[in-house]
């Protein structure tokens, strides 16, 4: 996660192809029913119940594979906390609220977080923490036992068991890009939809397969002029984002960090050319298909696509929310204060201060993490704009 970025010139490497447990329970769904498309390997790959990445391992931190903004500096989830915090206090300091997260990992952003909330009276006092993991979390229990009641801790393997009737503030850290992805590569008379199946030396491979409505492919190039032979365009699966929204009557607010990309002169059925689907494993890259469910599988997000998710009101048991940004990183965090608490914290710990400049340099860097990392905001139309906007 952290500072990934998409490596679409990896080279081909059949021959280090790994038949992981996973890799032969694909090889045989393969076999019986046919090609499965990068949407479903990538869910596969993530979260099956036997050998799902997200499942069996912890992949977060120097030892694993990968590292996130809050493992980089503390300040990160700090004013993540104290945004919440504002937030509750726009909510009108309701006396009981659900502090969501959405992939908390080790739990190193809400600990820091509920850290710097204790200077805010009753912010603790009215929050349940809620943990939304395909994971068990049943562990974080006890990292949180130092700021709440165990009682006041929960577990969630989906969305959908959120409650809709106590005000919510919910965050979301690098969540959005482990939504599965689908990849589209167009031909030249229509488009067809990269799966995965099987090469002649029984090895996962990429292969192509036909979309199910040629009026899809006819609006796609209709709305895509410009669109040429052998381009591939991603999609990704944001139900989540309307499940999220779905039965909610009391005010509740998301915020959503992550790396992608956002145009906003790009018209709304128009498509972003590219492909960033990408698999790292031990703090490198490596081609998507060689260790299926021992590497994490990510893509860059469309926040064009994540704010319109969002915004489009789809059905009755949908309410409508108010969108703020996207913006970048570097922007959001610089509203917050990053430097002006990053100096107070030099100050009072000089043995390491160059380390809290590096880490926090890291999280603002224009070419880096400041600049590839957005930042989106959903309320309830009825509270202000969210803080950090």
């Not at 880096?368 to 990392?373: D, I, P, S, T």
Request: hydrophobic share 40%; net charge negative; aromatic share 6%.
């Amino acid at each position: 996660m952290s500072e990934r970025t998409p490596d679409t010139d990896l080279p081909y490497d059949g021959d280090l192809r790994r038949n992981t447990p996973l890799a032969l329970k694909l090889k045989d769904r393969i076999r019986a029913e046919g090609p499965v498309t990068i949407a479903e390997y990538m869910r596969a790959c993530l979260c099956d119940p036997e050998h799902g990445y997200y499942v069996k391992q912890q992949g977060i931190g120097a030892q694993g594979d990968f590292v996130t903004a809050p493992e980089i500096s503390q300040i990160f989830g700090e004013l993540i906390g104290l945004w919440s915090a504002v937030v509750w206090q726009q909510m009108g300091m309701p006396q009981r609220f659900n502090l969501v997260e959405l992939g908390p990992g080790r739990g190193t952003m809400l600990q820091d977080a509920l850290r710097a909330t204790k200077i805010v009276p009753g912010f603790l006092d009215a929050a349940t923490l809620i943990l939304v993991d395909v994971a068990p979390t049943d562990r974080l229990a006890d990292v949180f036992a130092a700021h709440l009641p165990r009682t006041r801790v929960h577990h969630l393997h989906n969305v959908g068991g959120i409650p809709g009737d106590i005000p919510t503030i919910l965050v979301g850290n690098e969540f959005l890009d482990t939504c599965p992805v689908q990849q589209y590569v167009v031909q030249p008379d229509r488009v067809v939809i990269r799966a995965i199946g099987l090469d002649s030396n029984d090895r996962l491979d990429f292969v192509t397969r036909p979309c199910g409505d040629q009026n899809d492919t006819a609006d796609v190039f209709a709305a895509n002029p410009g669109l040429r032979d052998a381009d591939c365009y991603e999609a990704q699966d944001l139900s989540v984002l309307h499940k999220l929204r779905m039965h909610r009557t009391a005010p509740w607010t998301a915020l959503f960090l992550d790396y992608g990309h956002y145009d906003p002169q790009r018209g709304e059925d128009h498509q972003a050319v590219g492909e960033t689907f990408q698999a790292v494993r031990n703090h490198k890259y490596e081609h998507p298909l060689t260790s299926p469910g021992e590497a994490d599988l990510t893509c860059q997000v469309d926040f064009n696509d994540v704010k319109r998710w969002l915004e489009h009101n789809l059905s009755h048991d949908v309410p409508p929310v108010v969108v703020d940004g996207p913006i970048t990183q570097a922007e959001f965090l610089g509203a917050l204060g990053i430097m002006e608490r990053a100096s107070r914290l030099m100050t009072a710990n000089p043995k390491i201060a160059h380390e809290i400049e590096l880490a926090v340099a890291r999280l603002m860097a224009v070419t880096g993490m400041g600049n590839r990392f957005k930042v989106i905001g959903a309320r309830s139309p009825s509270l202000p704009r969210l803080p950090g906007f």
